[in-house]
């Protein structure tokens, strides 16, 4: 690091005037937290979330390591780099909490979601649907003559779109499990 | 062939091996077993306390005046809610605390059985980390797990909740050495390249200025020795947040006095004007900061902390450097005396500070007819110094004036409720110190309105016989509050003055103490010396001067070079935006 490189007043301001206006729009960020599988664990990651402020738009947990009683958390969040950095050190600090990895900035990854989605339609309208269903490769689950459930699994845009071409045909209600995410290529975390 | 034991038995056992000596508690049905055992030994000297609060603030005191863990110990439902307020103290002032509370046993546990509460859930906002131990065999473990936990990276408080039954049922005794405390391992040494490049900025600066806070001194006594060593190598001067006062030392020639919002004028306008700012050990609170786009403005900055998450949470910095204080010194005194640095020519900054010291910003209009508070302080201070003095304080006007007007020449010596301002602190924090100091003078320097908040605690201060001085600041009025008024909102004192007070001298006498009472400043020496020389605890009345205020001050929204000085006009010093500040 050449500290002497750094311009005087390159740290003019607060952070939170810091960055030119573009730098200070939200981002969308994808990260993985390993944890300790141990009674409120997920209250605490939530707790924080909750009691600072930050946004969760979705967040996956299960245990990965059975052995070794690891948990996978996978939270979806919004905010400015800044805020983004806060959360990233926020989730470090927490005593059950292993490694932090924020996929968006990391590495290559794929995200993955799975939604149900019912849909209640009849005559061209059921077809429609049916032929929509197996252009987005999901699967019908349960039917009636009156409904289908389809199971689809996705990137959160696809299952988005699918959810929005539904709407005219029917849409009853969907479930979505919310992004697991994992880098791509053969190195693990 | 490992321990058997009660779980009791294992919470007194893992206390000793922990090297505890003192326990802050109050009894209740579901720590029963806990305090049979207490009454069974005599290694473990056990007080109790009037409130649960005041156990909390108690084990802070001690803590902070010895750098060892405060243990407290209280029982399930009400005791564990009335410790949330010191738990919330510690944590926001990195104070390291263990908590024991008693719990429902395990089968009753979300009955809404007699005294339950969700403690975990409760205080899981206000602990470092809390366990809920439902397994004897696992109680030992998550004891010496919550005092590595406690005390290793930023300190602060932890809880174990242990249910009846727990403490009823046999298990096994692990020892400290067996714990399982590796998966807590926060990084401590510092990025050598950031070191050296701070070596590089320490250099070439012209105006560079030493921001130091509480770190340093929780990093323990030798954080302060090195502060002071880079502080000869470099001829820095040196600022202090109020939790690090005594770090470096108040006699020092290079010592500006405390910064922010009552901060000297010098500190102050040598953190706006500074072209290095150094911080060591402290976070950039809104109270240090003032109006965060302008704070200062030209300089470099860098940031020596334990807690990631204290880095550039407030204020962007450049070099950030996460690692225990101590350490990350001590490799940069290393560096730069291998390297033979020199400082750059320091001579106009240092008359550009002499500039400001004498503008002479604690300057106050004394008076002969009623005893000014900040002329108390300074009596108080200039009777008491190089004792080998202790000193508390509560919250409010009287504490900020403490920490102007009362000079610290060591770390360790001056506890104070920095980040959470808990009026109420102060006596129980002086009675902790004084458990663990009972030789040295310890003063809790208070407002009479902060005092009553847990002035049951004068009867446990009586009954060990411990001899704190209760150094009361009596202005009648929540002073800092009724100064926020005047200044923020037309001078209209909705609910700032006690039409009710109790005679202090009368109550002390109620308590079992000595009660002195002082309204003359003729009289306040010879006062001050009765109250020093009284081998027992003692409440002394100083009636002041009702509505001085505190000053300097830097209102709420406005930068470090726009403080107010105490004789200047204050009207429409707080804007509209500023007054949504607190
Ligand atoms: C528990 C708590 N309640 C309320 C406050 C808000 N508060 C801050 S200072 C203050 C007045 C303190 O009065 P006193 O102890 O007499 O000190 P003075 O300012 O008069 O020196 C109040 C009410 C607080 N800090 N803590
Ligand atoms: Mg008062």
């Keep these: 690091m050449n500290a002497l490189a750094l311009k005087k007043g390159a740290s003019k301001k607060s952070a939170y005037h810091l960055r030119a206006p573009v730098e200070e729009k939200e981002e969308r960020h994808c990260l993985t937290v390993l944890v300790d599988n141990e009674p409120g664990v997920l209250a605490r990651v939530i707790g924080l979330f909750s009691g600072r402020g930050y946004n969760i738009e979705s967040l996956t947990v299960a245990e990965t390591d059975h052995l070794g009683h690891r948990s996978r958390i996978t939270v979806v969040t919004t905010g400015t780099p800044m805020v983004i950095e806060q959360i990233k050190a926020q989730l470090g600090r927490l005593v059950p909490v292993h490694d932090v990895h924020d996929l968006t900035v990391e590495s290559a990854h794929v995200e993955r979601e799975l939604a149900l989605v019912k849909v209640a339609s009849q005559g061209n309208e059921r077809v429609e649907a049916l032929r929509l269903k197996d252009a987005f490769r999901a699967r019908v689950v349960d039917s009636t003559l009156a409904s289908f459930v389809f199971e689809l699994t996705g990137s959160p845009e696809k299952i988005d779109a699918f959810i929005e071409l539904m709407r005219p045909l029917g849409l009853v209600e969907v479930a979505r499990t919310g992004v697991a995410a994992i880098t791509r290529g053969a190195e693990g975390m | 062939m490992a321990k058997q034991m009660t779980g009791a038995e294992i919470v007194v056992r893992a206390l000793k091996d922990q090297g505890v000596d003192v326990v802050f508690g109050y009894p209740g049905g579901a720590v029963l077993p806990i305090y049979d055992e207490i009454f069974k030994q005599n290694d473990i ?75 975990v859930g409760i205080t899981r906002p206000c602990t470092k980390h809390n366990w809920l131990v439902k397994d004897t065999d696992r109680l030992a473990d998550t004891i010496h797990k919550a005092f590595h936990v406690a005390t290793h990276g930023r300190p602060g408080p932890v809880l174990i909740d242990i249910p009846k039954d727990v403490q009823f049922a046999r298990g096994t005794y692990t020892e400290p050495k067996d714990a399982r405390t590796e998966t807590y391992q926060p990084r401590t040494e510092g990025d050598a390249d950031a070191i050296e490049a701070v070596v590089d900025l320490l250099e070439e600066a012209e105006r560079p200025i030493l921001y130091t806070g509480g770190g340093v001194i929780n990093s323990g006594p030798q954080a302060s020795r090195l502060l002071r060593e880079l502080v000869a190598e470099t001829g820095a001067p040196v600022t202090s947040t109020l939790m690090g006062l005594g770090a470096y030392p108040a006699s020092g020639a290079n010592w500006l006095g405390m910064l922010g919002m009552h901060g000297t004028y010098e500190a102050n306008m040598a953190m706006h004007d500074c072209d290095l700012m150094v911080c060591i050990g402290a976070r950039f609170d809104d109270r240090i900061t003032g109006r965060t786009d302008a704070f200062s403005p030209m300089s470099r900055k860098v940031h020596i902390d334990i807690d990631p998450s204290s880095i550039n949470k407030n204020i ?49 209009q004394p008076s002969q007819k009623t005893i000014k508070p900040q002329h108390a302080i300074e009596r108080l201070e200039a009777l008491t110094r190089g004792m080998d003095r202790y000193v508390t304080t509560e919250v409010g006007q009287h504490q900020m004036w403490a920490a102007q ?22 006596l129980p924090a002086s009675i902790g110190v004084q458990i663990a100091h009972p030789e040295s003078l310890v003063v809790n320097v208070a407002g009479e309105a902060s005092w009553l908040m847990v002035m049951q605690e004068m009867c446990t201060a009586v009954q060990y016989r411990l001899p704190v001085k209760q150094f009361i600041l009596n202005n009648e009025r929540l002073g800092m509050v009724r100064q926020w008024q005047e200044l923020l909102h037309g001078e209209r004192y909705s609910h700032s003055y006690s039409e009710a007070l109790p005679d202090f001298v009368k109550l002390a006498e109620a308590f079992g103490c000595k009660g002195i009472h002082c309204n003359d400043p003729a009289d306040l020496d010879e006062a001050i010396r009765e109250m020093l020389a009284y081998d027992g605890p003692v409440i002394f009345d100083c009636l002041v001067e009702k509505h001085e205020n505190c000053f300097p001050m830097i209102p709420s929204g406005k930068a470090h070079n726009e403080m107010l000085l105490g004789e200047a006009s204050t009207e429409g010093a707080i804007d509209a935006g500023g007054a949504v500040l607190v």
């Design chain 2, 45 to 119: 000297r056990h007080i109790l306390v009037r409130h649960e609060q005041g156990a909390t603030h108690m084990a802070e005191g001690y803590a902070r005046s010895t750098g060892k863990p405060g243990v407290v110990l209280v029982t399930s439902g009400p005791g564990a809610t009335n410790a949330v307020t010191g738990m919330t103290d510690a944590l926001m002032d990195s104070i390291p605390m263990v908590v024991l509370t008693g719990q429902v046993p395990t089968f009753m546990i979300g009955n809404d059985a007699f005294q339950e509460a969700d403690t």
């Design chain 2, 316 to 364: 962007h910095v450049d070099i950030p450097i996460v690692g225990d204080v101590g350490r990350v010194l001590e490799v940069l005194l290393e560096r730069w005396r291998a390297r033979g640095s020199k400082t750059g020519d320091q001579s106009a900054w240092w008359s550009q500070i002499a500039a400001w010291k004498a503008v002479d910003c604690l300057r106050y």
């Design chain 2, 405 to 426: 007007f009362m000079g610290f020449d060591e770390p360790n010596r001056w506890m104070t409720s920095g980040g959470l301002g808990t009026m109420g602190y102060g």
